[in-house]
């Protein structure tokens, strides 16, 4: 079977070429690394990140308590609408919440309401968000709901970082699993094959 030949010649290949397969492993890595250093590869890593179970919740959560939390602080303190975005803009990492930020800022400027853009998105923040926002719009009490907004998402994620290795554990078991039951069924089906032609 075509696992059978792939696990034998991955063995032959480590087990005959111990430096050059110590010297690509090494490589890769490098190579990584400097990957994620560029622009492209920053948005690829950003974009995995988001996409991870678990993982990806996460940092959706981070990220909506940092805007909340950036925009609301910016705004008590008297600083308007358009220039809080821009800040916020700033202060956020991942490249596609910088993205949505951008269009509310334009948004702004239009006379659109703020909650717009991140309702539009909630692939990146959670619904929760464009929500509290169109009722702090409603109320002229937008500084408290994104105060809200930061506090409720914070304490989200200190609860799944908490978590995180009853949450992660499980997964890491299924792909242990799998891995096994590759190389397990790579080398049984061989000889059941064998044993069925004698």
């Not at 308590?65 to 602080?73: D, G, K, V």
């Not at 006379?111 to 719009?137: A, Q, T």
């Not at 000889?191 to 069925?196: A, E, H, K, N, R």
């Amino acid at each position: 079977p075509a696992s059978t030949r792939l696990v034998i010649a991955i063995s032959d290949f480590l087990s005959g070429n111990p430096v050059l397969a110590f010297a690509l492993i090494i490589f890769t890595v490098i190579g990584f690394m400097f990957f994620i250093k560029t622009k492209k590869g920053k948005r690829v890593l950003e974009f995995v990140v988001l996409k991870i179970p678990i993982i990806g919740k996460i940092a959706k959560q981070v990220n909506s308590a940092r805007t909340a939390r950036t925009l609301s602080s910016l705004l008590s303190s008297g600083v308007d609408m358009v220039g809080a975005i821009s800040i916020t803009r700033d202060v956020v990492q991942n490249h596609y919440y910088k993205e949505v930020l951008k269009d509310a800022g334009d948004d702004v400027q239009k006379g659109l309401p703020l909650s717009r853009s991140f309702k539009k998105r909630e692939d990146l923040y959670p619904i929760l968000v464009g929500e509290m926002i169109e009722v702090g719009e409603e109320t002229g009490k937008l500084s408290e709901m994104l105060l809200q907004v930061a506090i409720f998402y914070e304490n989200e994620v200190d609860t799944a970082t908490e978590n995180i290795s009853t949450i992660v554990e499980p997964f890491l078991m299924v792909v242990i699993g799998i891995v096994v039951g590759f190389f397990a069924l790579s080398m049984i089906t061989p000889m059941y094959s064998l044993s069925s032609a004698i």
